[in-house]
T-cell receptor, first 115, second 115 residues
Framework: SQQGEEDPQALSIQEGENATMNCSYK?????LQWYRQNSGRGLVHLIL?????REKHSGRLRVTLDTSKKSSSLLITASRAADTASYFC???????????????FGQGTILTVHP | NAGVTQTPKFQVLKTGQSMTLQCAQD?????MSWYRQDPGMGLRLIHY???????DQGEVPNGYNVSRSTTEDFPLRLLSAAPSQTSVYFC??????????????FGEGSWLTVV
């Protein structure tokens, strides 16, 4: 079963609105990462948040992590049509203090931003 | 610096044929991996490697072989293609994760259809 589960599965908003995507996971993690995938392309890394961090910002992106609830959220502020893509969370499970990048991906959220 | 390069981009195979998906990275990354992406399933790890001469199975290894004779290359072999292997395949690489985590870089994907 998937370690990371995103919701909603699909999100449709207007340009200028904020988009929030959530990710839940099951086991203790080393870090959690968010990736973006444009249609027909590979995944592109957006942001990484470590298990001892609670919030991280990068431009219009804001990621939060709540390890007690095993959940994370990705907020895109002032969305643009170019933000239309699928967004995936990926967890790096903690094993003896080290992991080898065996990221486990969720099913993704399809974000559509209408001009 | 080309990043992660996958070939071919598109391939159609007949059931029972074998083929190799090539993956090369020029970032001197120790860690390389192969994922498959199916609709509604997110990305699932097939095989991974933490260095030349070292490979291990991921979540869905059956029907696939890998080898890592050099740091740069990590080919994925389909031994006897089946329609269930119709998917999009992504190669990825990163530095070893360690406790701090590292960005994973993805190739552009290989679309494989088995008829």
């Amino acid at each position: 079963s998937q370690q990371g589960e995103e919701d909603p599965q699909a999100l449709s908003i207007q340009e200028g609105e904020n988009a929030t995507m959530n990710c839940s996971y099951k086991t203790s993690i080393n870090n959690l990462q968010w990736y973006r995938q444009n249609s027909g392309r590979g995944l592109v890394h957006l942001i990484l948040i470590r298990s001892n961090e609670r919030e991280k910002h990068s431009g219009r992106l804001r990621v939060t992590l709540d390890t007690s609830k095993k959940s994370s959220s990705l907020l895109i502020t002032a969305s643009r049509a170019a933000d239309t893509a699928s967004y995936f969370c990926a967890t790096d499970a903690l094993k003896g203090g080290t992991s080898y990048g065996k990221l486990t991906f969720g099913q993704g959220t399809i974000l559509t931003v209408h001009p | 610096n080309a990043g992660v390069t996958q070939t071919p981009k598109f391939q159609v195979l007949k059931t029972g044929q074998s083929m190799t998906l090539q993956c090369a990275q020029d970032m001197n990354h120790e860690y390389m991996s192969w994922y498959r992406q199916d609709p509604g399933m997110g990305l699932r790890l097939i095989h991974y490697s933490v260095g030349a001469g070292i490979t291990d199975q991921g979540e869905v290894p059956n029907g696939y072989n890998v080898s890592r004779s050099t740091t740069e290359d990590f080919p994925l072999r389909l031994l006897s293609a089946a329609p269930s292997q119709t998917s999009v395949y992504f190669c990825a690489s990163s530095l070893l994760q360690g406790i701090s985590g590292n960005t994973i870089y993805f190739g552009e994907g290989s679309w494989l259809t088995v008829v």
